[in-house]
């Protein structure tokens, strides 16, 4: 077998990961290994260094300093990680927008250089399977920088439209059979399915509206019992295609669309309202909701954002949370429908008044989310790096769980603190070092 250069090892560090002092070793970065020459350094360092030919073998873009594993049973080192962020494309002229997913990258392009670590975006088609390579990107002085790179340890997906999602689901099929299931946030959730797998926890059931997939007879009965209901693309997000209903006498209801426009209408009864809203629906899956008495804050329905992530040691914390002020008159908060964020700690401070109390519902809403997130991941098998959680207050102070996000975009445009938008941005790559077997230094 050819050899590719040689790896250079300072005996402390040999000694550290109990490294056999040998001719040649394999040496492994992401998805792409090769043979090299093995020499030992007598320094009093714990330090490696590659030629120039191993690096180029290699298809090392990073610069800066790497880490170095041991594998006793495989026999061979592992220099690292390797991340990919996976998208659907990068746009190139398109205007900037602080909002937008071309902005989450290229911060997220930013954040990595500080890392020990070669991170790199990249999309289905830049893939070369055959060669377990890649063209990855990275973002320096203002525009894309494209290189060869072998595919990664750690994937973590940044795809952000259930279309191209399902345009693609045998990349994603590939890439975990590739890293080893060391792939995180794969998909979307599906509203009516989480419900299911939530709903069986006993804890987590109190929290939850009552749902039932959209059916006349199921909505026949949800009227019966609630004076509001929300009928919700089960794989729907942004707001698109939601349907509030309000329940008037004699089994009549009004009703609100809330689509790229906002329309009201009624209907004398189920049937009549299934078959004014087939358009809308689309013979999508839809499940209808019990409508909550919601508090308010100065006039506007509000909902609790958090963004709940798991750091460098894969232990889920609070990331960072705010508040989403729907528009006056409407039920919708979400960010892309018109809702403005305000600060939780206000919000709460109007709703529960003294400081014990807040404090109390921020750990109940922390415990919320952790269950939430423990649960999911449980019985869905998984592998999740982040979280978004919305959560309803009613007007008596509880705490309902309205949804969960398993794509929650994150802005680089901030009414707070600087330093808790990099952390959120940066949190999710030390989780994905964590995945790939290396620490954060």
């Known amino acids: 077998m050819k050899t590719y250069g040689s790896l250079c090892v300072s005996k402390p560090l040999l000694d550290k990961h109990g490294i056999p002092e040998q001719e040649t070793i394999i040496v492994k970065v992401g998805n792409h290994q090769v ?31 790497l880490q170095l594993r041991y594998h006793k049973a495989g026999n061979y080192i592992h220099i690292g990680p390797t991340i990919g962020i996976l998208t659907t494309s990068l746009a190139y002229k398109a205007q900037y927008d602080p909002t937008s997913i071309r902005a989450e990258l290229i911060y997220l392009s930013h954040v990595s250089r500080s890392l020990n670590a070669q991170v790199y975006v990249f999309t289905p ?34 795809i952000t439209s259930r279309s191209s999602e399902e345009k693609y689901i045998q990349t994603r099929k590939n890439l975990m059979e590739i890293t080893g299931n060391k792939y995180f946030n794969p998909s979307f959730l599906n509203k009516w399915k989480v419900y299911q797998l939530l709903s069986e926890d006993q804890i987590l059931n109190k929290y939850l509206p009552e749902t039932k997939f959209l059916t006349a007879e199921n909505m026949q009965e949800m009227i019966r019992k609630y004076k509001t209901l929300f009928v919700k693309p089960s794989n729907g997000s942004l707001g698109k295609g939601i ?5 008037l006498s004699k089994g009549k209801m009004s009703y609100v669309v809330y ?17 004014k809203t087939t358009k809308v629906r689309r013979d999508k899956p839809y499940i209808v909701q019990q409508g909550l008495d919601l508090a308010v804050y100065r006039g506007s329905l509000f909902d609790l954002r958090v963004i709940f992530q798991k750091n460098r040691d894969g232990k889920w ?13 409407s ?49 869905s098998n998984g592998v999740y ?21 398993s794509k929650p975009r994150k802005t680089t445009e901030t009414e707070f603190s600087r330093a808790v938008m990099r952390r959120t941005f940066r949190r999710p790559l030390e ?11």
């Open 431 to 441: 989780y994905a070092m964590y995945l790939a077997g290396f620490t954060v230094k």
């Open 317 to 329: 914390l609070v990331g960072k949370k705010f508040v989403r002020l729907a528009p006056r008159g």
């Open 125 to 158: 088609g830049s893939i070369n399977w055959n060669e377990k390579t890649t063209r990855g990107y990275i973002y320096q002085k203002g525009s894309w920088v494209s290189a060869v790179y072998p595919l990664p340890d750690v994937v973590y997906d940044r």
């Open 243 to 247: 349907i509030k209903v309000n329940i």
């Open 259 to 275: 689509g790229n426009s906002r329309y009201k209408s009624q209907a004398d009864n189920v049937e009549e309202f299934l078959k």
């Open 35 to 65: 043979l090299a020459r093995l020499t030992v350094q007598n320094s009093a360092h714990c330090r490696f260094m590659l030629s120039p030919a191993l690096a180029r073998a290699l298809l090392i873009r990073k610069r800066g300093r």
């Open 385 to 405: 790096g982040e979280l978004g959680m919305d959560i309803g207050i009613d007007k008596k102070g509880a705490l309902w769980l309205i949804e969960v996000n």
């Open 331 to 379: 039920s919708i908060s979400n960010l892309s429908r018109g809702g403005k964020v305000e600060i939780s700690k206000r919000i709460f401070r109007y709703i529960y008044h003294n400081n014990d109390r807040i404090n109390r519902k921020f750990e109940e809403a922390k415990q919320l989310c952790l269950r939430v997130a423990t649960v999911l991941e449980e019985k």
